[in-house]
């Protein structure tokens, strides 16, 4: 049997031993200097001058007096002088100048806690997992600078990959900021944590800003909504209402799509606007004018036709192929305002615009009408047997009289109504799309306006209907007049729809070029291409308006259009007509 314990080496005491309390003693001073070991220092290389019994010391390497040759030991002044005891590994002391613990690992002291390196997890009051492998739960987490500046870098792998900061409400999110799957950096936010939506995006190669989602904020709320302008679309505008009439962008903006900016034909301005091609759909500028529809407006377009090679003298017009140039009319809501939303029927010149002798509610299957004399007997068109109900308000709550978005065709039959009784018979009862939309029943009040519905066209060709320039490859200057407001319940080309607020112009190009050809008009093939240029609305207080007062366009306006003689030096005001003139 060994006299010294295993792992302490305590001295044993044997059974024949003299002496045995001096074994005893020299074993609880070991114990004494071992356990629950407490160091004052792990640093001091000499000894202290005048050690206290019982303190210890771990010898660092290189120590010097009483402690040289003892690296790495234990020192503990007992009675008569310094004794030293080797460490085993795993024995942890605690230093107390540095307060840390120190680790013996059966060659050098050392921390206690091993180096947080290549760690697989790491959570903080909170667990980590496999994708999130650091995690915090803490009112905050602080990181901040050891004497200057401070980084957090986040990195990917790819331009592909996503480098973000996530915001979330219940683990779902709200709002991210970085570079997800690219180099651009975008802001984004998230109402529901599924569609984002980005509000900022900062080009990587240029630094270009962008605000997909639009800015509001920048100007008064009582400027209204729309994009900022600067200087050149500004200066694009002039004095004409039309941007970018005259391609002073150096771009199409404003007009369709379907148009290709030219900067080489152009009749001396600083570009045009090609159309290539078979017919045209409706083609409208982007943006809407802003219009007083009791004035009168000069409209004004160049337009060159290209010339082929070829013999086109079967055909009255040769290549050259009918234009239609004009405006769409819309509401202060911006909706378009179509002919049936003004025009009413009229029997042998009879207006059928009257009142409501009755009530009238969703469901009814007759309507009772002050005077049914222009009311249609004779007509089966379906938008000649219907109802316009003139008591139509906008969003903001205005009453119109002469325009109305409550229509409805095909309700009656011409035999359904009694001229003598002033009483419509309807196919079925009044749909609930014609409801008053003030009343909780739907109910239109006696004396509420009702017409016998029409339609029409939805355009104003104010400017060209159908004309050709008079020769091919040169440039004609066309210009006519809308002005005043018609309420003749027809639909006058020349005066704005009840209603407008706004227009834009629009555009029939290359209307009888057709595959195949068209009566009187050749195939020209889907490149014969017409130039637009100088396109152009503004006020002309010189023309001026005169009011119809008898007929069936009782209620419109006969526009007079300046007139200047040269040789005179008079202005006289003529009847507004299509000026076509060669440059």
């Given at each position: 049997m060994s006299d010294r314990s295993d792992n302490l080496s305590l001295p044993y005491i044997q059974p024949s031993q003299a002496q045995k309390h001096v074994t005893h003693n020299e074993a609880l001073r070991q114990l004494d200097a071992l356990v629950q070991l407490s160091v004052s220092s792990a640093s001091v290389t000499t000894p202290p001058a005048l050690p206290e019994p019982g303190q210890r010391y771990?010898?660092?390497?290189?120590?010097?007096?009483?402690?040289?040759?003892?690296?790495?030991?234990?020192?503990?002044?007992?009675?008569?002088?310094?004794?030293?005891?080797?460490?085993?590994?795993?024995?942890?002391?605690?230093?107390?100048?540095?307060?840390?613990?120190?680790v013996f690992d059966g060659s050098d002291w050392g921390p206690g806690i091993a180096a947080l390196q290549d760690l697989t997890h790491l959570g903080v009051n909170t667990s980590a997992d496999d994708t999130n492998r650091l995690a915090v739960a803490s009112q905050a987490t602080l990181l901040t600078h050891a004497g200057a500046?401070?980084?957090?870098?986040l990195n990917k792998a790819g331009a592909t990959d996503t480098a973000s900061l996530l915001f979330q409400t219940g683990w779902s999110g709200r709002a991210e900021m970085g570079t997800p799957g690219g180099d651009d950096f975008e802001i984004k936010v998230s109402g529901d944590g599924a569609a984002f939506n980005t509000a900022l995006r900062a080009e990587a190669a240029t630094g270009a800003v962008s605000f997909p989602s639009g800015v509001t904020g920048l100007v008064p709320d009582a400027f209204g909504g729309g994009d900022l302008a600067n200087t050149a679309y500004v200066a694009s505008r002039g004095l004409d209402?039309?941007?970018?009439?005259?391609?002073?962008?150096?771009?199409?903006?404003?007009?369709?799509?379907?148009?290709?900016?030219?900067?080489v034909v152009s009749p001396n301005l600083p570009g045009s606007f090609r159309y290539e091609g078979y017919v045209s759909p409706t083609l409208t500028t982007e943006e809407a004018l802003a219009v007083d529809p009791n004035r009168c407006y000069r409209i004004g377009c160049y337009l060159r036709q290209e010339g082929l090679a070829g013999d086109w003298s079967a055909h009255a017009n040769g290549e050259r192929h009918g234009q239609y140039i004009g405006v769409v009319c819309l509401d202060s809501d911006g909706l378009l305002i179509d002919a049936s939303h003004h025009k009413r029927y009229k029997a042998g010149g009879t207006d059928s615009l009257t009142t409501l002798a009755a009530p009238l509610t969703p469901g009814d299957t007759q309507i009772q009408l002050t005077d049914a004399s222009g009311w249609n007997d004779s007509s089966t068109a379906s938008h000649h047997r219907g109802v316009s109900i003139f008591a139509y308000r906008n969003s903001d709550g205005a009453l119109y009289a002469d325009y109305t978005r409550h229509v409805a065709f095909d309700?009656?039959?011409?035999?359904?109504?009694?001229?003598?009784?002033?009483?419509?018979?309807?196919?079925?009862?009044?749909?609930?799309?014609l409801g008053n939309p003030d009343d909780p029943s739907g109910t239109w009040p006696v004396g509420t306006p009702i017409a016998n519905s029409s339609s029409g066209g939805s355009y104003k060709y104010a400017l060209l209907g159908n004309r050709y320039v008079p020769e091919v490859n040169r440039w004609y200057l066309a210009q006519n007049y809308i002005g005043g407001i018609d309420r003749s319940g027809t639909n006058v080309t020349s005066n704005f729809a009840p209603g407008t607020a706004r227009i834009k112009l629009m555009w029939l190009?290359?209307?009888?070029?057709?595959?195949?050809?068209?009566?009187?008009?050749?195939?020209?093939?889907?490149?014969h291409a017409i130039w637009f240029a100088g396109v152009s609305v503004r006020p002309d207080?010189?023309?001026?308006?005169?009011?119809?007062?008898?007929?069936?366009?009782?209620?419109?306006?006969?526009?007079?259009?300046?007139?200047?003689?040269?040789?005179?030096?008079?202005?006289?005001?003529?009847?507004?007509a299509l000026s076509l003139a060669t440059l």
């Open positions: 771990i010898v660092p390497a290189s120590a010097s007096g009483d402690w040289a040759g003892q690296d790495g030991a234990l020192a503990v002044f007992e009675e008569t002088g310094w004794a030293f005891y080797a460490p085993n590994p795993g024995w942890i002391a605690w230093v107390e100048d540095s307060a840390r613990q120190e500046g401070h980084q957090l870098k209402l039309v941007t970018n009439g005259t391609g002073l962008l150096g771009n199409s903006y404003n007009f369709p799509t379907q148009f290709t900016f030219d900067p309700l009656f039959d011409v035999t359904g109504v009694n001229k003598s009784t002033h009483v419509v018979t309807l196919t079925s009862g009044l749909p609930a799309s190009a290359n209307y009888t070029n057709r595959s195949g050809g068209y009566p009187g008009h050749p195939d020209t093939g889907a490149s207080d010189l023309c001026q308006a005169a009011p119809v007062t008898s007929g069936e366009l009782a209620g419109s306006w006969s526009l007079h259009a300046p007139q200047g003689n040269v040789s005179t030096g008079e202005i006289s005001l003529v009847p507004a």
